[in-house]
């Protein structure tokens, strides 16, 4: 697949450069807050998820780093759709240097030498630990972006693609979303209300570019244009219409971490502690519940990660299949055009 721009055309000095990373949980705005950083300088991965039924627009995700992710959370005991991923699990550490190794080398793979790389996979917020040190090795300065949409909407998307409980997408919400702003504390980060972003984007890109003290590095009026075009309201689905809080076992964990993430995409500051509390008490669930859950989402991430290699394998045939098809069609083009000129000369002779 193509890039969304040509922004590495000209090399820019190593102080220039720097690694763009839309961090946060799966159906919270990840995929539209990459599109207006792609559309704005920023470049996407060689190798990008198409769309389906439930983002027909397109994932942006990278799908090899997806599929890495997905086998270096199965390492850990964990997965995907694990809501006990968060804090990090680190493996033996001779184990650890090689995923970091493999990371690098799939990074450079993806983006070659880009210098404003766009990765965004939701799994890097709990793998975060892993893809900083691979990062920092690659000498790539961070910028974060983190998307912020209610924990309901979340679990009413994944109520339709994945069948999962509301228990389960809110706690997974709050896993992810603590992960994400622990693992990105020390770098320039922005928060960004999903539905400010699909309502008046340009502030939001503003209030990007503040926080990260730079700015958009391809943001022009022909990309803003374009964006106009993408942010299109067939984007809204799934607004939240029940008490957060009254969601039974995990709705006021998910209330007070919700509100502290509101709050920081108004640009105000929270209490710190509100955060720890929370991560104090998801430990204590994982403690309690966590030999019941990882063992199970871990096996349906294995079988979901093979279907998910199988797609894409089979999409990549299919374009390169298509690719060649065009390319025997045109070289049909050039004989024909070569027969006609020799047919022509033979009978003026």
Do not use: C
């Not at 709050?174 to 504390?185: F, G, N, V």
């Not at 799934?238 to 009254?246: G, I, K, P, R, V």
């Not at 989402?297 to 690719?323: K, M, N, V």
């Amino acid at each position: 697949m193509t890039r969304a721009n040509s922004q590495t055309s000209q090399a820019p000095s190593a102080r220039d450069r720097a690694a763009y990373l839309v961090l946060g949980m799966h159906r919270s705005g990840t995929s539209a807050a990459t599109q207006v950083l792609a559309l704005s300088g920023a470049t996407l991965p060689e190798n990008v998820m198409p769309g389906d039924e439930h983002n027909a627009k397109g994932y942006f995700e990278p799908w090899r780093i997806a599929i890495f992710n997905d086998q270096r959370l199965r390492a850990g005991g964990g997965a995907w759709d694990d809501p006990f991923t968060f804090p990090y699990r680190p493996v033996e550490p001779r184990e650890e240097r090689r995923w970091i190794t493999r990371a690098t080398d799939l990074f450079e793979e993806e983006f070659a030498g880009a210098a404003y790389p766009l990765m965004k996979d939701p799994r890097v917020s709990v793998l975060a630990p892993l893809w900083r040190t691979a990062l920092s090795e690659l000498d790539y300065p961070l910028r974060a972006v983190i998307p912020v949409r209610h924990p309901l909407e979340v679990a009413g998307s994944l109520a339709k693609r994945n069948g999962f409980p509301v228990e389960k997408s809110v706690l997974l919400w709050t896993s992810y979303m603590l992960a994400a702003e622990a693992h990105s504390r020390d770098i320039p980060r922005a928060f960004i209300p999903y539905d400010g972003l699909l309502t008046d984007w340009r502030s939001q890109a503003a209030r990007i570019e503040a926080a990260h003290g730079a700015t958009l590095p391809g943001l022009d009026d022909a990309a803003g244009a374009a964006i106009d075009d993408f942010l299109t309201g067939d984007l809204r689905h799934n607004a939240a219409d029940q008490d957060l809080a009254a969601v039974p076992l995990v709705g006021a964990l998910a209330a007070q971490v919700y509100d502290w993430f509101a709050a920081a995409a108004r640009d105000e500051r929270g209490d710190p502690d509100v955060l720890r509390t929370a991560a104090h008490a998801l430990g204590e669930l994982r403690a309690a519940m966590g030999v019941f859950v990882s063992p199970v989402t871990s096996a349906l991430d294995l079988a979901r990660i093979e279907a998910l290699e199988a797609r894409q394998f089979a999409a990549f045939e299919q374009t390169r299949g298509a690719a060649l098809e065009r390319q025997l069609n045109d070289l049909q083009a050039i004989e024909q055009a070569v027969d006609d000129i020799l047919s022509e000369a033979l009978g003026d002779l």
